[in-house]
């Protein structure tokens, strides 16, 4: 059974067209994570939820807001995509934050912009 | 700054052959190492996580080791199976920060 949705799979958006990705979770963690992953790179943090506690990575672009309405559900949005930002979105949740727990990530949403 | 590299980035093998995949850190002040698999177009799955007082973790036919010290860390696959292709990545986490760094994976493929 999976854990960690992801919906939808595939995403094809328009250029500066706002979209939103979703992620939900089964496993009442209280973390959950975004991840931009581009073709043969590592996964890019860009934000994480504690709880209700918002955690922005510095680097993150304006561009990318998220929203925790409950534990169960996270959504990635993206107010005005460009082609750079074409890439695999992953969502991951952990129990905590602490530094000796597993991640458990969903299978991803791809992200095409055209 | 920590940085995290896995070498080759690409390893092609013949099926039943024993397999060691390398991940090397620069800083020895980590908290645990995991490694990951990610197969085409996926999510990614943990496969085992080592603590820093660990040397090695294993399970089934995995086996993870950790050498603070030097830096590395390596995942041992024993009689490789097709089903095993997939990219395999390792990441850190230091002591003073919860994210993970990434090394950018090891494709492998394991031809019947």
């Known amino acids: 059974d999976a854990m960690v949705i992801q919906n939808p799979r595939y995403q094809v958006t328009q250029f500066g067209k706002p979209v939103t990705l979703s992620c939900s979770q089964t496993l009442n963690h209280n973390v959950m994570y975004w991840y931009q992953q581009k073709s043969s790179q590592a996964p890019k943090l860009l934000f994480h939820y504690y709880d209700k506690d918002f955690n922005n990575e510095a680097d993150t672009p304006d561009n990318f807001q998220s929203r925790r309405p409950n534990t169960s559900f996270c959504f990635l949005d993206i107010r005005s995509p460009g082609l750079g930002d074409a890439a695999m979105y992953l969502c991951a949740t952990s129990t905590d934050r602490a530094t000796n727990e597993k991640l458990f990530f969903g299978s991803g949403t791809q992200l095409s912009v055209l | ?112």
């Not at chain 2, 390398?22 to 996926?42: E, H, M, V």
């Open chain 2, 1 to 112: 700054k920590q940085e995290v590299t896995q070498i080759p980035a690409a390893l092609s093998v013949p099926e039943g052959e024993n397999l060691v995949l390398n991940c090397s850190f620069t800083d020895s002040a980590i908290y645990n190492l995991q490694w990951f698999r990610q197969d085409p177009g996926k999510g990614l799955t943990s496969l085992l996580l080592i603590q820093s007082s660990q040397r090695e973790q294993t399970s089934g036919r995995l086996n993870a080791s950790l050498d603070k010290s030097s830096g590395r860390s390596t995942l041992y696959i024993a009689a490789s199976q097709p089903g095993d292709s997939a990219t395999y990545l390792c990441a850190v986490h230091m002591d003073s920060n919860y994210q993970l760094i990434w090394g950018a994976g090891t494709k492998l493929i394991i031809k019947p």
